[in-house]
């Protein structure tokens, strides 16, 4: 269940980006949420590519906390940002770069390749596939939403 404020502020990420030609999904917990996964969100997380990442900043000019700029830390970089809306908290998160086992970095993820869309609201939201979602979440070694995802995965086989 997303609560009421959650929704609100992804419908004015959605209508203020729906016309834009910005590539955008929904991930981390409100992604999960919106795809059925029984989990708490507590913000809101934008993944786009790096030009994305300025652009979504620009048109929401009046809501940035942290401009966008690049920045890293062992296991990721990417040109990060956030955005408070109405008391929410949302990262914005360009050109997205996990760090392999052998110390090089990934190339960005295709966004287009894992992008789904769910139905909620009479918004159409572009989210990652849990798949890939769970993938991307065992290389950051964030095992515990990892098995969250595989379990809920796992059951929907059943």
């Not at 030009?51 to 700029?69: L, N």
Request: proline share 3%; aromatic share 10%.
């Amino acid at each position: 269940m997303i609560r009421p404020e959650y929704l609100r502020v992804l419908r004015k990420i959605y209508d203020r980006l729906k016309n834009e030609k910005v590539n955008w999904v929904v991930t981390g917990s409100l992604s999960f949420a919106l795809q059925g996964v029984p989990v708490e969100v507590h913000d809101i997380d934008i993944q786009t590519d790096e030009e994305g990442a300025y652009e979504i900043e620009r048109i929401f000019s009046e809501f940035v906390s942290k401009k966008v700029r690049f920045s890293s830390t062992e296991k990721i970089c990417s040109h990060f940002g956030e955005l408070i809306i109405d008391g929410i908290k949302v990262e914005i998160m360009g050109d997205i770069r996990k760090r392999l086992e052998d110390g090089t970095w990934e190339d960005p993820v295709d966004l287009n390749k894992y992008k789904r869309f769910v139905e909620t609201h009479g918004m159409k939201i572009p989210v990652l596939s849990l798949e890939y979602e769970y993938q991307a979440y065992l290389k950051l070694g964030r095992v515990e939403k990892a098995e969250t995802l595989r379990k809920w995965l796992n059951e929907r086989k059943g």
